[in-house]
């Protein structure tokens, strides 16, 4: 699949993992987004820029990185540091998906009371998420 930022000068390539989204509603994603953000899970590897040259990646946490279009501002990947992990926003893929499922809700205890979603989802509090990425 192929995908962009809104101005379309950082393009990529990538195959996803599944059609199962994500909604994160970490503080950093909210200040980022204004609101939540949706992603998709990658195939380990498979993110590859076609058009890189406006692309900054900010170091948001001791094993976190987000990508970004530094034209835009169009957020685009979050990814542990060692790239074991990647997901992206999956509204960057230029190809319309069908089958999207939002699977799961993280920093569960980080989501306003002012918002809430239809379908019942997992939910992972932030305790949870970070130990699944940062287990020491």
Not at 31 to 58: A, P
């Amino acid at each position: 699949m192929n995908g962009q930022c809104l101005c379309g000068e950082t393009t990529f390539k990538v195959e996803l993992k599944n059609h199962d989204v994500h909604a994160c509603h970490c503080s950093m994603c909210r200040r980022q987004t204004s609101g939540v953000i949706m992603t998709v899970d990658v195939v380990k590897g498979s993110l590859k820029f076609i058009q890189q040259k406006h692309l900054s990646v900010f170091n948001s946490s001791e094993w976190g990185e987000r990508g970004f279009c530094n034209t835009c501002g169009t957020t685009i990947f979050w990814r542990t540091k060692d790239q074991s992990y990647c997901n992206i926003n999956v509204f960057s893929l230029n190809e319309p998906i069908e089958d999207l499922n939002l699977d799961m809700e993280i920093f569960i205890d980080s989501k306003p009371d002012f918002y809430t979603f239809q379908n019942q989802t997992k939910k992972l509090t932030e305790a949870e998420v970070v130990a699944l990425f940062n287990p020491e």
